[in-house]
């Protein structure tokens, strides 16, 4: 193969390398940066729902608290797992929270930026199946993940559903 260089020599020629050179300074840079991790410790908050009927309603709030030391640089994700006999029903808060396994668990991604001592909350209305007997329904639980968090002994809690007669 035959490699042939060809010099283009022109008045215009210092005035086509200056352009580009202006060109490549102000147009920005394309390439994606990722943001650095921080170092926060996100914790699960245990709340337990509102009694309700067999058949009713409730909710879960999946509450979670940054005890810091610094600012989330990165979104984190709450997960509620739901016991046996009871449904996750939508309108969820935030409101891109996702269901799964028929209802039985439920997503939330919060984005970066939860400053130290503030929480987030996940509100996620639960139906109590009407077979399920009256008494405590335990199994449920709430999760946290981030890839900024360094304490994961904090990032889960159980709840507890108080089944109740109507009144």
């Known amino acids: 193969m035959n490699r042939t260089l060809v010099r283009h020599s022109s008045p215009g020629g210092r005035a086509l390398v200056a352009g580009a050179a202006l060109m490549a300074a102000l147009v920005p840079m394309t390439t994606a940066v990722a943001a650095a991790s921080s170092n926060s410790d996100l914790e699960v908050?245990?709340?337990?729902?509102?009694?309700?009927?067999?058949?009713?309603?409730t909710e879960v709030h999946g509450y979670i608290s940054n005890v810091g030391p610094e600012q989330t640089a990165s979104p984190f994700t709450v997960e509620v797992?739901?016991?046996?006999?009871v449904t996750a029903?939508?309108?969820?808060?935030?409101?891109?929270?996702?269901?799964?396994?028929?209802?039985?668990?439920?997503?939330?991604?919060?984005?970066?930026?939860?400053?130290v001592l503030r929480s987030?909350?996940?509100?996620?209305p639960i139906r109590i199946d009407?077979?399920?007997?009256?008494?405590?329904?335990?199994?449920?639980?709430?999760?946290?993940?981030?890839?900024?968090?360094?304490?994961?002994?904090?990032?889960?809690?159980?709840?507890?559903?108080?089944?109740?007669?109507?009144?």
């Open 45 to 57: 908050v245990r709340l337990d729902p509102d009694a309700a009927p067999p058949g009713g309603t």
């Open 81 to 85: 797992t739901l016991p046996e006999g």
């Open 89 to 115: 029903q939508e309108p969820f808060f935030p409101e891109d929270c996702t269901e799964s396994e028929n209802g039985r668990r439920v997503r939330c991604t919060f984005p970066a930026g939860l400053a």
């Open 120 to 124: 987030a909350t996940a509100h996620i």
């Open 130 to 167: 009407p077979t399920v007997p009256i008494g405590d329904v335990e199994g449920g639980s709430v999760t946290v993940t981030s890839h900024d968090d360094h304490n994961s002994a904090n990032n889960r809690q159980p709840f507890t559903i108080k089944v109740v007669e109507t009144t």
